[in-house]
């Protein structure tokens, strides 16, 4: 770590030099200012990382002086050093931001000790944001493609608003994350940002986990709680997978957004709705409408801002820059040595058109990074069934033999659902009941690919 640098406020001229000279002697970088004009001059001038300061000062209040100092400089630190010290001074200083104080007369070991530990804080406060900034740089909508420019600069538009906004787009193109990006640039950033997935709440809970419940409700109700649009309160609602909304709770929803109240379960009172909602889905609500199965009221309410995010096929170009930023932030999780993608595989893995979108390249990118940590990638190492077009008849010819049953199955399961999503144009329904499974099973063999 680099030395601190450090700026010595002391009156006393003998005293002060003292100071100056012991922390020469181990190796810091210091300036000494005997008055608080000389002290604020000197950070007018320059950036310090700590101030030793007195309180007492000849021509100025020293704890006036440390609030200055600080609101110029608020990455510093500050230990303050008084003759008169007293539970009062030493808590109004550290109200206004100072890391620890000295007694006069102090030995220089404790002053150095003291630094040491301001050294230990100073690292501490680099490695969360460090971490801080590779989480949040991991969350961010990485893209190049003109047509995801265009949505992000609508999506930035609406943010400021309070308008309902309708996320359309395949399974694994992003939504949640386009969500939680408009929420976070929204006037309600520092409330709850609430997420709920219609599909994967058995449709027997959903209106009790979206309504809440007054105690005594039903059987086995035996305390009031709130529910997801509650807990929303100020923030803002994530209702995800929403064409998988039964049509009596459609209707609830509608009413909470026209009124908004919303009311428990069994309860007759009415709580406030006060939320920014979000819907998102990948079905064609349009054509649903068309086919009764979800209402055109409620449609009208969520299309306000309408927001399609393209396929990952129809955005090529992003997927070389897409695997970087997986690279980099697996790095950051130490889930494995980065690989390095030959041309070939590279020109394999664009090639291919990602059925599950962006989630599935995410996974492909992991798997490789486990599977071959810090090797190059050829095309050998690329999962077959990416390097042809998944037709079952050519899939079962380019199997790999050797690898356990249980492998093989999973991976011609995956493969097969696949299919029939596509071949049922994205429709979990009818692909569920092609497959002979509930749709909340779907659902969950989705989320495990």
Known sequence: MDRLKLLIIEDDPLFGEAIWEALQAAGYR????????????????????????????????????????????????ALVMTGFATVDSAVEAMK?????????????EMLLMKLQKVLEFKQMEKEIDSFRSKEEECHLIVSRSPAMKDLLEMARAVAVTDATVLLQGESGTGKELLAETIHKTSKRRHKPFIQVNC????ETLLESELFGVERGAFTGADRSRQGYLEAAESGTLLLDEIGDLPLHLQGKILRVLEEKKVFRVGGTRAYNANFRLIAATNWDLKEMVQEKKFREDLYFRLNVVPLTIPPLRERRDDIPLLIAHFQKCLSAKDA??????????????????????????KNIVEQLTVLYPGEAIKPLHIPVSLQKESWVGNLFENFVVGKPLKDAVGEFETRYIEKVLKSAGGNKSLSARILGISRQMLWEKLKQR
């Open 96 to 108: 206004i931001g100072a890391f620890d104080f000295l007694t006069k007369p102090f030995p220089m």
């Open 199 to 202: 599909a994967a709440i058995p």
């Open 336 to 361: 494995g040595k980065k690989v390095i993608f030959s041309p070939e595989a590279l020109e394999l893995l664009c090639r291919y058109d990602y059925p599950g979108n962006i989630r599935e390249l």
């Open 30 to 77: 210091t300036r000494l200012a005997t008055s608080g004009a000389e002290a604020l001059a000197a950070v007018a001038e320059e950036s310090f990382d700590l101030m030793l300061q007195d309180i007492r000062l000849p021509d100025a209040n020293g704890l006036d002086i440390l609030r200055e100092i600080l609101q110029r400089q608020p990455h510093s630190r």
